[in-house]
């Protein structure tokens, strides 16, 4: 239990780096060594880790990584955005058909929390103006009817029993009854069991033959560990699932379950349930999972400002001037800002764990006066000393760093600092290229 | 996607031998097995009762183990026989294998280890070898943990049952319950957990199959209220186990968890020296989070032992090796199918060997 979030780790390697200039493949391997266990650790299935780890590494010893100053930080956003497009990237919502009634039947193992979180679902379709009906069809855990009944009161919302019957001849009767009392959804509450238990499972074939739902929803506790594959991969096999339900993430479990589920079995997850109360069932965002089971605090909020700021489109054209030995001061400056767009630097530094101590020692490498030094050096040339540095004699200095309110020597050390970094931004373009690894946007490149 | 091919040879496998319907049969047709069991511990002749237990215990926990040995010890069998020599790859597989079975990673990586060099200081070479030296490191882990039911001196013995939702108290409880009449003892059930709908409901309805007695009240009642009924209850019916079921909750809730260090602590005024167990109920399938379970539960109601539950399924179990190593918490019983008789002492012996038995003893 000694893991403290992936990046405060990753950062740690990645210190050891800084001053080295080059990352090797023996750091990308410890780095990948540390995401192994902290997926291992937040109970992602280790089939599943194997894989994710491979595709961060492809990607990690790509250009992004060298490219950036923070490198840990770097792979850390590789990691969760792999994990954010291993688990469907956007939210997925109910499948709501247009036929009545349309039926969700919930599966699951004992104890996931069926009961409750079918009870949920009904509270937030009637919010949508829709007309559910609670079908008990768990016939076998003592009170399960009784369980369902109390909450339907406490909702409001019709609840269809008929005592221990047959589930399957309850599910077909509860149509009869939703149609008579025009009840637009049903949702069936069928009994926890074992994916291994071939006669409840057929039960539930049955079920499913006899009503042919629109969902057939799978119920897992969060708290699942590396069972979770096997479970959703059998439900999934034997019926065909639509979705999963996450429960109990109201608790201080990772999730890595919900990672191993939408491997195995590729359905989307539609909610999670959030508490006790009947409103506390949201809406899944595979991004803030990945940045749970990852253990990240603010990295979320960072990862969040990088990509509402870095225009992907923008990117690609700098990488393609870069490539073409196009970079001008125009560009760098553009860049510049893009970066400032997140915020101030110092802030943007604060939000990556475990930087916090590590911020004095870069404050001579982020100095934001010295940013905006830059700038007004850049914005005091002409375009077309912009686009080409070399025509900017020692009369043009002058005048550039009198616009500034800057020295000649200011002047004279940006321009350097240009050159070189054009040189960097050549040498890494003809590296990567040898590795054939195109149409990866530079992200960082000052 | 070789390792899905797996799950599902094993899926095959593994029917289960009983049925729902089993729930009331297995309840008509008690074996006299925990009975017996228990009244041989209560005579002080160790021996004799180590004896007939094991028996017992043996074989039935290899039935109710056989999938958690069937993604175990057969892996480790077929990686034994697979290897030839003891390198880097077979200590990296043994390891998966163990991460795999919810071990989580530092006990994989110690149990790993002391088995590595255990086998450098004896000379072992062979990888068949190796599977005894690993069948003693996870006896020897359990072993020092392992305990028994603390009731018998006490009367009447409190035992109070807690655990996250969903874990499986109400059925483990009634499990409990069953076990203790088949020995004749006078039970009583206290319905504590006044929160979740018809969770009264469901314990009254296992007291009327079981033919115990229980004390309730409304639902939403003060559960602190129901504990205090309970005590009083049993101190005049002269009750000699009392088992209270209380609602499920998650560790990192404060409130709830001070509501229920509140219930200990009515308890320990009650009736001295009790609570004389406190369960924590844990299901097998839940992964790591299960370590913080037992040590919130712990710190805050002072955890005796553990029931862990549902190991009928595929859920490995290994949960428990993490949880005997860094919190030294007996697991004291578990949870082996859906009857009322399935609720099973846990014996180290029995479950280090029956992880390691090959299949075809399965049925002697």
Same mark, same amino acid.
């Given at each position: 239990?000694?893991?403290?979030?992936?990046?405060?780790?990753?950062?740690?390697?990645?210190?050891?780096?800084?001053?080295?200039?080059?990352?090797?493949?023996?750091?990308?391997?410890?780095?990948?060594?540390?995401?192994?266990l902290?997926?291992?650790?937040?109970?992602?299935?280790?089939?599943?880790?194997?894989?994710?780890v491979a595709?961060?590494k492809?990607?990690?010893v790509?250009?992004?990584?060298?490219?950036?100053?923070?490198?840990?930080q770097?792979?850390v956003?590789?990691?969760?955005?792999?994990?954010?497009a291993?688990?469907?990237g956007?939210?997925?919502?109910?499948?709501?058909?247009?036929?009545?009634?349309?039926?969700?039947?919930t599966?699951?193992?004992?104890?996931?929390g069926?009961?409750?979180?079918?009870?949920?679902?009904?509270?937030?379709?009637?919010?949508?103006?829709?007309?559910?009906l609670?079908?008990?069809?768990?016939?076998?855990?003592p009170?399960?009817?009784?369980?369902?009944?109390?909450?339907?009161?406490?909702?409001?919302?019709?609840?269809?029993?008929?005592?221990?019957?047959?589930?399957?001849?309850?599910?077909?009767?509860?149509?009869?009854?939703?149609?008579?009392?025009?009840?637009?959804?049903? &949702?069936?509450?069928?009994?926890?069991?074992?994916?291994?238990n071939?006669?409840?499972?057929?039960e539930?074939?049955?079920?499913?033959?006899?009503?042919?739902?629109d969902? &057939?929803l799978?119920?897992?506790?969060?708290?699942?560990?590396?069972?979770?594959?096997?479970?959703?991969?059998?439900?999934?096999?034997?019926?065909g699932?639509t979705?999963?339900?996450?429960?109990?993430?109201?608790?201080?479990?990772?999730?890595?379950a919900a990672?191993?589920?939408?491997?195995?079995?590729?359905?989307?997850?539609?909610?999670?349930?959030?508490?006790?109360?009947?409103?506390?069932?949201?809406?899944f965002?595979?991004?803030?999972?990945?940045?749970?089971?990852?253990?990240?605090?603010d990295?979320?909020?960072?990862?969040?400002?990088?990509?509402?700021?870095?225009?992907?489109?923008?990117?690609?054209?700098?990488?393609r001037?870069?490539?073409?030995?196009?970079?001008?001061?125009?560009?760098?400056?553009q860049?510049?800002?893009?970066?400032?767009?997140?915020?101030?630097?110092?802030?943007?530094?604060?939000?990556?764990?475990?930087?916090?101590?590590?911020?004095?020692?870069?404050?001579?490498?982020?100095?934001?006066?010295?940013?905006?030094?830059?700038?007004?050096i850049?914005?005091?040339?002409?375009?077309?000393?912009?686009?080409?540095?070399?025509?900017?004699?020692?009369?043009?200095?002058?005048?550039?760093?009198?616009?500034?309110g800057?020295?000649?020597?200011?002047?004279?050390?940006?321009?350097?600092?240009?050159?070189?970094?054009?040189?960097?931004?050549?040498?890494?373009?003809?590296?990567?290229?040898?590795?054939?690894k195109?149409?990866?946007?530079?992200?960082?490149?000052? | 996607?070789?390792?899905?091919?797996?799950?599902?040879?094993?899926?095959?496998?593994?029917?289960?031998?009983?049925s729902?319907?089993?729930?009331?049969?297995? *309840?008509?047709?008690?074996?006299? *097995?925990?009975?017996?069991? @228990?009244?041989?511990?209560?005579?002080?002749?160790?021996l004799?009762?180590?004896?007939?237990?094991?028996?017992?215990?043996?074989?039935?926990?290899?039935?109710?183990?056989?999938k958690?040995?069937?993604?175990?010890?057969?892996?480790?069998?077929?990686?034994?026989?697979?290897s030839?020599?003891?390198?880097?790859?077979?200590?990296?597989?043994?390891?998966?294998?163990?991460?795999?079975?919810?071990?989580?990673?530092?006990?994989?990586?110690?149990l790993?280890?002391?088995?590595?060099?255990?086998?450098?200081?004896?000379?072992?070479n062979?990888?068949?070898?190796?599977?005894?030296?690993?069948?003693?490191?996870?006896?020897?882990?359990?072993?020092?943990n392992?305990?028994?039911?603390l009731?018998?001196? *006490?009367?009447?013995s409190?035992?109070?049952v807690?655990?996250?939702?969903?874990?499986?108290?109400?059925?483990?409880i009634?499990?409990? %319950? *069953?076990r203790?009449?088949?020995?004749?003892?006078?039970?009583l059930?206290?319905? %504590?957990?006044?929160?979740?709908?018809?969770?009264?409901?469901?314990?009254?309805?296992?007291?009327?199959?079981i033919?115990?007695? @229980?004390?309730?009240?409304q639902?939403?009642?003060?559960?602190?209220?129901?504990?205090?009924?309970?005590?009083?209850?049993?101190?005049?019916?002269?009750?000699?186990?009392?088992?209270?079921?209380?609602?499920?909750?998650?560790?990192?809730?404060?409130?709830?968890m001070?509501?229920?260090?509140?219930l200990?602590?009515?308890?320990?005024?009650?009736?001295?020296?009790?609570?004389?167990?406190?369960?924590?109920?844990?299901?097998?399938?839940?992964?790591?989070?299960?370590?913080?379970?037992?040590?919130?539960f712990?710190?805050?109601?002072?955890?005796?032992?553990?029931i862990?539950?549902?190991?009928?399924?595929?859920?490995?179990?290994?949960?428990?090796? %993490?949880?005997?190593?860094?919190?030294?918490i007996?697991?004291?019983?578990?949870?082996i199918?859906e009857?009322?008789?399935?609720?099973?002492d846990?014996?180290?012996?029995?479950?280090?060997?029956?992880?390691?038995?090959?299949?075809n003893?399965?049925?002697?």
């Amino acid at each position: 239990m000694a893991f403290e979030g992936l990046s405060d780790r990753l950062q740690d390697i990645f210190k050891k780096l800084r001053g080295k200039g080059k990352i090797t493949e023996d750091d990308v391997n410890a780095a990948m060594r540390e995401i192994r266990l902290a997926l291992l650790e937040a109970d992602v299935n280790f089939k599943v880790v194997k894989d994710l780890v491979a595709r961060i590494k492809e990607r990690a010893v790509g250009q992004e990584v060298l490219a950036s100053l923070t490198p840990g930080q770097q792979i850390v956003k590789i990691v969760h955005d792999e994990m954010t497009a291993l688990m469907g990237g956007t939210e997925s919502k109910l499948v709501l058909s247009s036929h009545t009634p349309m039926v969700i039947m919930t599966v699951g193992l004992q104890g996931a929390g069926k009961t409750t979180t079918v009870a949920k679902l009904a509270k937030s379709l009637v919010k949508q103006g829709r007309r559910p009906l609670l079908v008990a069809a768990d016939i076998y855990r003592p009170a399960a009817i009784k369980q369902l009944q109390v909450l339907g009161e406490q909702i409001n919302i019709p609840v269809f029993t008929m005592g221990q019957s047959n589930p399957v001849d309850i599910a077909r009767k509860s149509m009869d009854y939703a149609r008579a009392n025009n009840r637009d959804i049903v &949702i069936l509450d069928t009994a926890g069991r074992l994916h291994v238990n071939e006669e409840l499972m057929n039960e539930l074939k049955q079920i499913q033959a006899q009503v042919k739902p629109d969902e &057939i929803l799978l119920i897992v506790d969060a708290m699942t560990g590396q069972d979770a594959v096997n479970v959703a991969e059998s439900f999934n096999e034997q019926l065909g699932l639509t979705g999963v339900i996450l429960t109990k993430l109201d608790g201080d479990t990772r999730g890595g379950a919900a990672l191993s589920v939408k491997a195995v079995t590729g359905c989307p997850i539609k909610f999670i349930g959030m508490g006790e109360k009947l409103d506390a069932l949201e809406v899944f965002y595979p991004d803030r999972m990945a940045s749970r089971i990852l253990g990240m605090g603010d990295i979320l909020s960072l990862v969040e400002k990088a990509q509402a700021n870095f225009d992907e489109k923008k990117a690609r054209e700098m990488e393609r001037k870069i490539r073409q030995q196009e970079f001008t001061l125009e560009d760098f400056m553009q860049q510049m800002q893009q970066v400032r767009s997140m915020g101030p630097l110092q802030d943007l530094l604060s939000m990556i764990p475990g930087m916090d101590k590590q911020l004095k020692g870069m404050q001579g490498e982020f100095d934001e006066k010295e940013v905006y030094k830059i700038e007004a050096i850049i914005q005091s040339m002409t375009p077309a000393e912009r686009r080409d540095p070399g025509i900017i004699n020692g009369s043009r200095k002058k005048r550039i760093a009198r616009g500034s309110g800057t020295k000649v020597q200011e002047v004279n050390r940006l321009l350097k600092q240009f050159e070189e970094s054009k040189k960097m931004m050549k040498q890494l373009t003809d590296m990567t290229g040898k590795k054939g690894k195109k149409g990866m946007p530079m992200r960082f490149p000052f | 996607m070789a390792l899905f091919d797996k799950f599902k040879n094993k899926k095959k496998d593994n029917v289960p031998e009983e049925s729902n319907e089993l729930l009331v049969k297995d *309840y008509e047709e008690s074996t006299p *097995y925990e009975a017996t069991q @228990i009244k041989d511990e209560s005579e002080s002749d160790e021996l004799k009762s180590e004896a007939k237990s094991k028996d017992g215990i043996f074989d039935k926990f290899k039935r109710g183990l056989s999938k958690t040995r069937h993604n175990i010890s057969n892996k480790i069998d077929t990686l034994v026989k697979s290897s030839r020599k003891l390198d880097d790859d077979f200590w990296d597989e043994l390891e998966e294998i163990l991460i795999e079975a919810d071990v989580g990673v530092p006990t994989s990586l110690e149990l790993v280890k002391n088995v590595k060099t255990a086998a450098k200081k004896n000379k072992i070479n062979e990888p068949e070898q190796v599977t005894a030296l690993i069948r003693d490191e996870i006896k020897t882990l359990l072993e020092t943990n392992e305990n028994r039911l603390l009731i018998n001196e *006490y009367q009447p013995s409190v035992i109070l049952v807690v655990g996250v939702n969903g874990a499986g108290k109400t059925t483990s409880i009634a499990k409990l %319950a *069953y076990r203790f009449k088949n020995e004749n003892k006078k039970v009583l059930l206290a319905a %504590a957990d006044t929160f979740r709908a018809a969770a009264i409901d469901q314990l009254q309805i296992w007291a009327d199959r079981i033919g115990v007695d @229980i004390i309730k009240l409304q639902e939403g009642a003060d559960p602190g209220a129901v504990v205090y009924d309970a005590l009083n209850a049993a101190r005049a019916r002269k009750t000699e186990v009392l088992i209270i079921d209380t609602a499920g909750r998650l560790q990192n809730k404060t409130n709830l968890m001070k509501e229920i260090g509140k219930l200990r602590k009515i308890i320990e005024r009650e009736i001295p020296g009790a609570p004389h167990e406190v369960l924590l109920v844990l299901d097998a399938t839940t992964g790591q989070n299960a370590i913080s379970q037992a040590k919130i539960f712990e710190e805050v109601t002072g955890v005796s032992g553990i029931i862990l539950t549902k190991l009928d399924g595929t859920a490995k179990g290994g949960i428990v090796l %993490a949880i005997a190593k860094e919190l030294e918490i007996p697991v004291k019983l578990v949870g082996i199918g859906e009857g009322l008789e399935d609720l099973r002492d846990f014996s180290a012996e029995a479950f280090a060997a029956a992880l390691f038995t090959s299949e075809n003893n399965d049925e002697d």
